[in-house]
């Protein structure tokens, strides 16, 4: 069992930049693909982007190409989202995640085997 938790979150203006981390703890973090995902209110949680096990592979969501970027830290446990260039629709809890298999590289919800407690994003205008 991995414990996930999140920080990072905050409010910031359109345009602006945020740095999240997610810290690991419970089981052998460097051979899990990690990722995060976000939810919105009244929306479903979406995917945003996910590392592979070796650092190797990154996926990003179409609506975050090119503003976000997902890179781990393994002497840490910690993998980390930064966000450039936000905007209000990047707004949302968002959530680390962990593989549930282990060498994996993509990360769908459907993967997820841990979840963080979430961190709120928020992106005024």
């Known amino acids: 069992q991995v414990q996930l938790v999140e920080s990072g979150g905050g409010l910031v203006q359109a345009g602006g930049s945020l740095r999240l981390s997610c810290a690991a703890s419970?089981?052998?973090?460097?051979?899990?693909?990690m990722g995060w995902f976000r939810q919105a209110p009244g929306k479903e949680r979406e995917f945003v982007a996910s590392?592979?096990?070796?650092?190797?592979?990154?996926y990003y969501a179409d609506s975050v190409k090119g503003r976000f970027t997902l890179f781990r830290d393994n002497i840490r446990n910690t993998v980390y989202l930064q966000m450039n260039s936000l905007r209000p629709e990047d707004t949302a809890v968002y959530y680390c995640?962990?593989?549930?298999?282990?060498?994996?590289?993509?990360?769908?919800?459907?993967?997820?085997?841990?979840w963080g407690q979430g961190t709120q994003v928020t992106v005024s205008s």
């Open positions: 995640a962990g593989d549930r298999r282990p060498y994996g590289n993509d990360l769908s919800q459907a993967d997820v085997g841990s």
């Open positions: 590392v592979s096990w070796s650092g190797g592979r990154t």
């Open positions: 419970g089981r052998a973090f460097s051979i899990y693909a």
